[in-house]
């Protein structure tokens, strides 16, 4: 149990696209999502917490309007960086926790979206 | 601030015995958690801790000294497979999680 499910693995794509990455609990409901962002050899950076229903809460230092999340339903949040460049270039992972479980329980994690642009 | 401290990297032999410490001075406290995470891979989860104490879980041990802010993992009968980082976080008292850098693990035959 508590899988989640993150798409696309890769992508590779030109300067001043934008790429969404989307982030599912595939069997639980996961009120909380948070995602993270980890360059080579570093520990991971959380980026935002993404709350279904409301607005995410972004760390200091992530533009909201450059990596835009939505959290539409108990079971995905997307992650959208709009108008990529080469320093976003970089691993994206999701991970979620179950609304059914206490505060001590593990996030879960999906396996991480690696992106590349060129 | 906050702050996770653990050593950037470990090397050990293959069947032995290795020690990953990490130590912590937070806002709070509500649990510690270890995570291997393999390159280019997301990471999984390993052991929780929130008493003091050592939780064993196959070959795989986790201990917690609240006290002193300490914690360590501690990896018997080492395999090639458990060369990875291996992640500290810990949650504070808004129940975020705080992460370690990791410490990455060598395992040499």
């Known amino acids: 149990g508590a899988v989640v499910s993150q798409h696309p693995s890769w992508v590779i794509c030109k300067s001043g696209t934008s790429v969404k990455i989307e982030c599912r609990s595939l069997?639980?409901?996961?009120?909380?999502m948070f995602w993270y962002r980890q360059f080579p050899k570093q520990s991971l950076m959380l980026m935002a917490t993404?709350?279904?229903?409301?607005?995410?809460?972004?760390e200091q230092g992530v533009e909201k309007d450059k990596f835009l999340i939505n959290h539409a339903s108990l079971t995905l949040s997307t992650l959208t960086v709009t108008s990529a460049h080469p320093e976003d270039s970089s691993f994206y992972i999701c991970s979620a926790r179950d609304v059914m479980q206490g505060d001590n329980q593990p996030q879960h994690f999906g396996d991480g979206t690696r992106l590349s642009i060129l | 601030g906050q702050n996770i401290d653990q050593p950037t990297e470990m090397t050990a032999t293959e069947g032995a015995i290795v020690q990953i410490n990490c130590t912590y001075q937070t806002s709070g406290f509500n649990g510690l958690f270890w995570y291997q995470q393999h390159a280019g891979e997301a990471p999984t989860f390993l052991s929780y801790n929130v008493l003091d104490g050592l939780e064993e879980k196959g070959r795989f041990s986790s201990f917690l000294s609240r006290s002193k802010g300490y914690s360590y993992l501690l990896l018997k009968e080492l395999q090639m497979k458990d060369s990875a980082s291996y992640l500290c976080a810990v949650k504070d008292s808004n129940y975020q999680l705080i992460w370690g850098a990791g410490t990455k693990l060598i395992i040499k035959p």
């Open positions: 993404s709350n279904e229903g409301s607005k995410a809460t972004y």
């Open positions: 069997d639980f409901q996961a009120t909380t």
